[in-house]
């Protein structure tokens, strides 16, 4: 019995070797570059993730191997144009690169309903939601989103009079979640006229990077069971309270009898087939997908002009669009800080397929981290400096041959993101708005956004600024 334990002792590191050989030398992914450790093992990535550097790294990796990379021993990080489409375009009649991935399909994982869901449930939901992000729709809610511009504005100069530096980040996730909770539930957080976070908001905050912990787990299945050992007992109090909030939230939108065009107005119609779970996924995806991202966008570009406006009744939702500069800041905005930055990556169908001209066998994972793919050389000119000019229409010569489509903000395909419409329009009105009635100046403080980390999305810090109203005829 002695030598048998003894055997089995000595077999499981000679495996580990055998298994570590194969895939560094063997593997069908062994002839793309990348660290040898991640080569090797899940646990480089994990590593990565968890310490909110993993988006960082793998824009660093592309800059030092080039347009494809091997990030974990299954897994290819791409960055060109045409992976966007290979990896998330349409298929046509092929098998799609599925989310069958431990990302997804996790009982873990932070994301589900429409994001996650298979292909003809996917139709089904994406149907019925986007009629809530439809032109018509943007028309109709645009009063809604006016009222709560002009209460942001209306706190921030009662703000302002204080003399003390405004934290910006705080005072735009107010508005988006504001705007997002009235837009898919029929009622606001109240986070504009509190001036501080709803319970639900700072629940959602609470546990957004734990949850991003516990997907580490997710490739690693046989210990999932330790995570109820991991988790702190107010937070997983937490994550109770919060599902009781929502169902409470998407019961009362369900008995809400309303003819307004919302996000949820198709989907909680009885002849829909809709479930209560799909509901209360599709709620929270609503809920973070709608703020914490253009929260971030917005952030980032608290910088600017109001060049090209007159008066503040130009600040319509059709007007904006006209502000031809800023929608270029905007739109730098979002190539140098992406509120999406790492990778959602797909699984390769049975039979292989070809990924950028190069051949992927199947059941690998492929994806495209925004951060490395709009701040690859290849991609931009000068990709670590912000210039807005680069996507004007008659832009600079030394910006003419920037590849713009390896920049997809709102992911590309089937899939892309249902928002962005809404998303664009709130930016627009917003950024307007705030640098038509205010002097801005930056205080100390910008500099720790150096050094800030990344947990699926921006784990942003403050972003103090003065603010002095602009008087106006």
């Known amino acids: 019995m002695a030598h048998i334990i003894l055997l089995s002792v000595a077999l499981v590191p000679a495996f580990l070797i055998l298994r570590i050989f194969y895939r560094i030398f063997f593997h069908p992914l062994s002839k793309y570059p990348g660290p040898v450790l991640a080569a090797s093992s899940r646990l480089w990535y994990i590593n990565q993730m968890i310490n909110g550097t993993l988006a960082f790294t793998v824009k660093e990796l592309h800059q030092k191997y080039g347009k494809v990379v091997r990030i974990a021993p299954d897994e290819l990080s791409f960055v060109s144009s045409q992976a966007w489409v290979d990896i998330y375009g349409f298929r046509n009649g092929k098998p799609e690169m599925s989310k069958e991935t431990p990302f997804f399909t996790s009982k873990n994982s932070t994301v589900g309903g429409v994001i996650s869901a298979e292909r003809e449930m ?31 504005i209306d706190q921030l100069k009662e703000e302002s009079k204080k003399g003390k530096a405004v934290d910006m980040v705080s005072w735009y996730n107010f508005f988006t979640f504001d705007v997002i909770g009235d837009l ?145 800041v905007l739109t730098e905005t979002l190539r140098s800080f992406p509120s999406t930055p790492t990778a959602v990556s797909r699984r390769v169908p049975k039979g292989g397929d070809v990924i950028d ?69 709130e930016m627009r009105l ?24 990344i947990f699926l999305v921006w784990d942003k810090k403050p972003l103090p600024v003065r603010l002095t109203p602009v008087p106006r005829d």
């Open 430 to 453: 917003i950024m307007a708005r705030i640098l038509w009635e205010f002097d801005i100046e930056m205080c100390d403080g910008m500099e720790n956004w150096d050094d800030v980390k």
């Open 184 to 328: 898919a539930f029929g009622e606001p957080f109240g986070c504009l006229t509190s001036s501080s976070y709803h319970p639900w908001v700072k629940m959602i905050f609470d546990s957004m990077k734990f949850n991003y912990f516990c997907q580490a787990l997710n490739y690693y299945p046989s210990i999932e069971w330790m995570l109820p050992l991991l988790m702190p007992k107010s937070l997983a109090q937490k994550g109770a309270d919060h599902h009781k909030m929502t169902v409470e939230k998407v019961m009362r939108r369900k008995a809400n009898k309303t003819d307004r065009m919302d996000f949820l107005s198709l989907m909680v119609k009885p002849e829909n087939g809709i479930s209560d779970q799909q509901l209360i996924a599709n709620s929270n995806l609503l809920i973070v997908a709608g703020s914490k991202t253009t929260a971030t966008a917005l952030a980032a570009c608290t910088c600017g002009d109001s060049n090209g406006i007159s008066s503040s009744d130009d600040i319509t939702f059709l007007e904006v669009n006209r502000l031809k500069y800023l929608n270029c």
């Open 122 to 152: 996917h139709s089904i939901l994406r149907k019925l939601m986007s009629r809530g992000f439809s032109e018509a729709a943007l028309r109709e809610q645009e009063p809604i989103v006016q009222g709560y511009t002009q209460l942001l």
């Open 357 to 425: 001209g190069g051949f992927v066998a199947g059941g690998m994972q492929a994806g495209i981290a925004q951060l490395a793919a709009n701040h690859y050389p290849s991609n931009f000119t000068r990709h670590d400096e912000f210039i807005p000019e680069r996507f004007e229409a008659n832009c600079p010569p030394e910006f003419a041959n920037d590849d713009k489509a390896a920049m997809q903000s709102f992911s590309f395909g089937p899939r892309n993101c249902l928002g962005k419409n809404l998303a664009y329009v």
